[in-house]
């Protein structure tokens, strides 16, 4: 262990993802604001240019607001953004292809180049698209020629689990050489939840003997919550109704499709009992066929509202006044919408799969994803049982635990420091 080595943030996922903000970019943007206070004299940041197959030093990138870091944007971007997204990728194509051709020789005689500012035994921490941002073979070449570490923080393992939920099948080839990376050629894995931890260990390559040392690092939960809160105008509520709140990204792994079976059950058998759901996401990948079928759907148009791009005053609003919360989702790396509900102080009816009992920490309801019956009774016996829920909102506001990202930025220098300089 050293208290001397560099540790330099690898920023390239934010830098090229600008303002728009995600789950991944949530992770480097937290790092990035907390840790330069703990490293006041081994702190740096990187970046790397896939064209050149190099790492090159950068300044401190700005310090990313809280609220914005913490929430995705949502909504589409407009039609001229998606043309100049398009027109950017086909001129990068260009660049590439024409580089590559040129850089055989620089391919045998680069070495210690790739990342000239960096010294043997210093730290580079891949926080962002890891999977899809580096080349693996010059991220070896740099740790074997260079002697420079190599950390990366896994936030799921939702390719090699679940791979059905993508229809990309070059990305889920993508992913598992990505696993096997991580398990042969770098120093530290950080895993954002036991069970992501247990879920790569599993899947590292059987023929090695010993896979990458892994810790668990919490991410920070520590939203500044809108105070400014306003209904949103395209809530469809009838007067004082009671609702619960589901908020994710829309797409086939978020099960969305049991909401929708229970409440058109609802609708057939005739209920005026139960709450109105208000959905709040952005389409995602497998969604087209569970939209369309929910536009259409008689039974659950006067007890379903989707909401897909309320501002940070409207969602405030809606965690505010909402029941409690649902997220049936079948497979998690941590949980986002939880920590969210118990933020505002509200309980929550969540799947018990993956890493959701670890992000729920016991202050909701886990039922199982493929148990529909238990889904709807628990939905209809909470939001009618107001002692209950009131008795639940109580122990979340006494018993949360809310990590900041300074916390998750403290145990990421302490799993750092641990990282040996001798190659194991």
Not at 161 to 188: G, K, M, S, W
Not at 224 to 243: C, H, M, V, W, Y
Not at 261 to 266: A, V
Not at 314 to 340: A, D, F, I, K, R
């Amino acid at each position: 262990m050293s208290s001397s080595r560099r540790i330099w943030l690898d920023v390239t996922t934010s830098t090229r993802s600008g303002s728009v903000h995600d789950g991944t970019t949530r992770v480097e943007r937290g790092l990035i604001r907390e840790l330069p206070p703990l490293l006041p004299d081994r702190m740096g940041f990187c970046t790397y240019n896939r064209s050149m197959k190099r790492f090159a030093a950068t300044q401190a990138p700005a310090a990313p607001d809280k609220d914005r870091a913490a929430r995705p944007r949502r909504g589409k971007p407009g039609a001229l953004r998606a043309i100049g997204r398009r027109v950017e990728q086909y001129v990068r194509r260009r660049i590439k292809n024409t580089l590559r051709r040129g850089l055989g020789q620089l391919e045998r005689i680069r070495g210690h180049d790739i990342f000239p500012e960096a010294s043997p035994g210093d730290i580079i921490l891949l926080a962002g698209e890891n999977w899809s941002r580096y080349d693996f073979d010059v991220l070896r070449q740099l740790r074997a020629e260079s002697g420079i570490a190599i950390a990366a923080v896994l936030q799921d393992m939702i390719p090699s689990v679940h791979p059905q939920f993508f229809e990309n099948e070059a990305f889920i080839r993508r992913f598992d050489t990505y696993v096997d990376f991580l398990a042969r050629d770098v120093d530290l894995v950080l895993a954002i939840s036991e069970s992501t931890k247990d879920d790569f260990l599993r899947a590292a390559p059987k023929d090695i003997e010993i896979p990458c040392p892994v810790s668990r690092i919490e991410l920070g939960s520590d939203f500044t919550l809108s105070e400014n809160r306003k209904r949103p105008d395209a809530l469809s509520i009838s007067g004082d109704r009671p609702f619960v709140l589901s908020v994710s990204t829309i797409q086939a792994r978020k099960n969305f499709d049991l909401l929708y079976r229970l409440w058109q059950k609802f609708g057939l058998d005739g209920r005026t009992d139960q709450p109105h759901l208000v959905i709040v996401g952005k389409p995602g990948f497998g969604s087209t066929d569970l939209l369309r079928m929910m536009a259409g759907d008689p039974w659950i148009a006067e007890t379903v509202t989707l909401l897909h791009g309320p501002s940070d005053a409207e969602l405030g609003w809606l965690y505010q006044h909402c029941l409690y919360t649902l997220y049936p989702s079948w497979y998690e790396g941590w949980g986002l919408p939880l920590s969210e509900s118990l933020a505002y102080g509200k309980t929550f009816i969540a799947s018990d799969t993956s890493s959701l009992p670890e992000a729920g920490q016991g202050l909701g309801i886990h039922l199982d994803p493929y148990d529909a019956a238990s889904w709807e009774r628990e939905i209809l016996g909470l939001a009618e049982d107001r002692q209950r829920l009131a008795e639940m909102e109580r122990r979340v506001a006494a018993e949360r635990q809310t990590a900041s990202w300074a916390d998750c930025a403290r145990d990421t220098v302490r799993a750092l420091d641990q990282i040996p300089r001798t190659r194991r």
